[in-house]
């Protein structure tokens, strides 16, 4: 059984930052996973915020997230990072960690990230 384990998430003060954390358990070879956090606002749909490459040497952002979200990635600990600068009201919601490894599709139960003076 594969788990994906997210942490990292709270409340912030807008223009602050945070770290996010997503950990891979179980039969899984992760490195040879795409990484994906996707974000859903209360009343949203969820949407795609950045995914990066199973070596870490490619990542897509979101427009809404350019120059101040950063995606990485440690194979060897098995976990993803998203680090988020410059936090912004909008960027409210539960933040999800996605892995897609061999057309198998894993999610991680989400960290509540709000954003609020």
């Known amino acids: 059984q594969v788990q994906l384990v997210e942490s990292g998430g709270g409340l912030v003060q807008p223009g602050e930052s945070l770290r996010l954390s997503c950990v891979a358990s179980?039969?899984?070879?992760?490195?040879?996973?795409?990484v994906r956090w996707h974000r859903q606002a209360p009343g949203n749909q969820r949407e795609l915020v950045v995914g990066i490459s199973n070596t870490g040497s490619t990542a897509n952002y979101a427009d809404s997230v350019k120059g101040r979200f950063t995606i990485s990635r440690d194979n060897s600990k098995n976990t993803a990072y998203l680090e988020m600068n410059s936090l912004k009201p909008e960027d409210t919601a539960v933040y999800y960690c996605?892995?897609?490894?061999?057309?198998?599709?894993?999610w991680g139960q989400g960290t509540l990230v709000t954003v609020s003076s």
């Open positions: 996605n892995a897609i490894c061999n057309f198998m599709n894993y």
């Open positions: 179980g039969r899984i070879s992760f490195n040879q996973c795409i």
